[in-house]
């Protein structure tokens, strides 16, 4: 499978992979250099030179309620479990119960903000989804926040809970995949620093130099949508 034409003015790709990967196959980052500079976008322009600086961290909001409906769930699949009407209600509602037996959930959320073909944002989305699971696993834990490995330097926070959304921003689409691997390491360092008070965990996450959560990071502000689904199997 190689990069496309035709769907977009800087680049477009295709895939289908359901495991982690390097998405240098998919993406290279000097060939859409050449064409935003062919293009003269002022907009692409613009990202070219915000690529020169820091990357912004990846917006989180975390919530640790036990709403079946939270920042985590996808905005489909909310929809069909609140429409009881719906042919695919039952189907949803499956669907969150077996949410809630994971300790982690979390998704990735796109706008048209980051673009306006289907395909980027799609795109984008898989790239931050595969580093996060990457981030993840180097540092022990499974795509669920479940603990893989006991000797690693994390497993003495334990299992990573609570409901994640990540937003994809125009820096996910203009950088290296090496960037957005860095920058969902540190969307993981929030959420571990968020996970409930242990002293610790604390100790732990202060060995590793962490900072404290700044104004990137954003807490479940308002009461989730409810539905009655008995979350617990009962």
């Known amino acids: 499978m190689t990069p496309t034409s035709g769907c ?22 000097s060939q859409q250099t050449a064409m935003i500079r062919r293009t003269g976008s002022p907009a692409a322009t613009a990202g070219l030179t915000a690529r020169k600086t820091a990357l912004p961290p ?9 709403n079946p409906i939270n920042w985590s769930t996808s905005t489909r699949l909310a929809k069909l479990a609140q429409d009881e009407r719906h042919p695919l209600s039952e189907v949803a509602a ?21 673009s306006r073909s289907s395909c980027v944002r799609n795109w984008a989305r898989r790239r ?3 580093a996060f699971k990457a981030a993840l696993r180097e540092r022990g834990w499974d795509e669920h926040g479940r603990v ?17 959304r990540i937003n994809v921003d125009q820096p996910v689409v ?13 969307a993981l360092q929030l959420v571990i620093q ?18 404290r959560p700044g104004a990137s990071y954003s ?14 199997g009962k």
């Open 128 to 130: 931050v989804q595969s």
């Open 94 to 114: 499956r669907q969150l119960r077996i949410h809630a037996t994971h300790p982690l959930n979390w998704h990735v959320a796109t706008s048209t903000t980051v």
């Open 58 to 66: 990846l917006r989180l909001r975390i919530d640790h309620t036990s």
């Open 219 to 232: 807490l479940f502000e308002r009461t989730a949508s409810r539905i009655s689904i008995n979350t617990h």
């Open 8 to 29: 977009l003015s800087l680049a477009t790709v295709t895939f289908h992979e359901s495991t982690l990967f390097d998405d240098s196959r998919w993406y290279d980052s």
């Open 174 to 186: 203009e950088s290296t995949f090496a960037d957005v691997k860095a920058r969902a390491a540190k």
């Open 194 to 211: 968020k996970q409930p008070s242990s002293s610790r965990m604390r100790s732990v996450v202060s060995d590793q130099g962490v900072s």
């Open 148 to 164: 893989l490995d006991q000797s690693r330097e994390f497993a003495a926070v334990g299992d990573l809970k609570g409901w994640v």
